[in-house]
């Protein structure tokens, strides 16, 4: 493993050098203001042998979610469906992430009530874990704020999985609950997937996508700058 990584055994020669410490940040550890929802040690360990990295062991999830991509980028720009506002075609049982990216951690922080959610690259596993958490740790879950996993890809978010989070689908004309944000390459085509920002928008959350950008999400203050427009719902959708 330590071949495997090399950039991480010279981040730790280097603290170990400084005397700087080292924390392992799953499940309950806190990182400044942050509490780390996912994953647990436990969970942590049981994905580790599946990672593309590992020694020996490079089956299951991490291949065939490497397959999965291409395939995925293969079929993006001639096979479409049709979705309505009740009509969600989102899958509940896509085809797997990698073991690495639901090892992402998951993580919340509250600041004057608002519950603020970043997710990297976690998948449907990790999100379901994370919520467990973190209904023990604060009871009820509405994020004001939060990101879209892995960029927006329909293998790493289903219903099931977002209704915990942010709540059953609304009235198409509902008022806004909460932002979404989704960190996507400018010249990225196919992310943000439009059925991922569709289940997002149903759920009273406008998804806002970087496209290259660096954006700002604030409240209470005065900041300057335009403000930015929420990608819109579309019938249109990726099959």
């Not at 979705?83 to 919340?108: I, R």
């Not at 004057?112 to 990790?126: A, C, E, F, I, M």
């Not at 998804?207 to 954006?215: M, P, Y």
Request: hydrophobic share 35%; with cysteine.
């Amino acid at each position: 493993m330590r071949e495997k990584y090399p950039t991480l055994v010279e981040l730790e020669t280097i603290s170990a050098e400084r005397d700087i410490p080292i924390y392992e940040a799953f499940q309950g550890t806190m990182i400044g203001q942050f509490h780390v929802l996912a994953p647990s040690r436990q969970r942590y360990l049981d994905l580790l042998p599946d990672f593309s990295k590992t020694p020996e062991r490079k089956t299951t999830a991490d291949t065939a979610g490497i397959v999965g991509y291409i395939i995925e980028d293969a079929k993006t720009a001639v096979r479409w469906v049709t979705e309505s506002w009740t009509g969600e075609t989102l899958s509940e049982n896509p085809e797997p992430t990698t073991a690495s990216n639901e090892s992402s951690l998951v993580q919340m922080v509250v600041i004057d009530n608002r519950q603020l959610v970043l997710t990297g690259d976690v998948g449907p596993d990790g999100l379901h874990e994370a919520a467990t958490y973190a209904e023990a740790l604060v009871g009820s879950l509405s994020p004001t704020f939060m990101q879209v996993p892995h960029h927006g890809s329909r293998r790493n978010v289903t219903p099931s999985a977002l209704n915990r989070w942010l709540g059953p689908i609304q009235a198409q004309s509902s008022a806004t609950i909460g932002t979404a944000f989704c960190s996507a390459a400018r010249l990225d085509e196919d992310h943000p997937r439009q059925k991922v920002i569709n289940a997002f928008i149903r759920r009273g959350y406008g998804v806002h996508r970087t496209k290259g950008r660096h954006i700002y999400h604030h409240y209470g203050t005065q900041r300057g700058g335009d403000p930015l427009t929420p990608e819109p719902f579309s019938n249109r959708v990726e099959e």
